[in-house]
């Protein structure tokens, strides 16, 4: 099916900024949706930014909304998140998710990476 690998997690301090990279492979029918999560010790995976790969169409969480961007690069099949002016409540482990039809709920997607840690300190 599809196989999603992130990179580009590691320790930056506040104000910093960093790209995380997810290398897609599989199907494209299969990853028709796109989207960085992230997931904190004891707490829930929350989406940060989504991305439809069929119009473009983007949406992302209030926390991050204008110091996060999410692109697509079609030619390479990768996704990646720029992350600006990073504050410590970003820290945590940072998931790809692709699905073909719902990208927005964590128990409905099919398709996860193994995550890359950020850490802002």
């Known amino acids: 099916h599809v196989q999603l690998v992130e990179s580009g997690g590691v320790l930056v301090q506040p104000g910093g900024s960093l790209r995380l990279s997810c290398a897609a492979s599989?199907?494209?029918?299969?990853?028709?949706?796109m989207a960085w999560f992230r997931q904190v010790p004891g707490k829930e995976r929350e989406e940060v930014a989504f991305?439809?790969?069929?119009?473009?169409?983007?949406k992302y969480a209030d926390s991050v909304k204008g110091r996060f961007t999410i692109s697509r690069d079609t030619s390479k099949n990768t996704l990646d998140l720029q992350m600006n002016n990073l504050k410590p409540e970003d820290t945590a482990m940072y998931y790809c998710?692709?699905?073909?039809?719902?990208?927005?709920?964590?128990?409905?997607?099919?398709?996860w990476g193994r995550g890359t840690q950020v850490t802002v300190s």
């Open positions: 991305i439809n790969n069929n119009d473009g169409w983007k």
């Open positions: 599989g199907d494209a029918y299969f990853r028709q949706c």
């Open positions: 998710a692709a699905d073909p039809w719902d990208c927005h709920s964590v128990s409905n997607i099919n398709f």
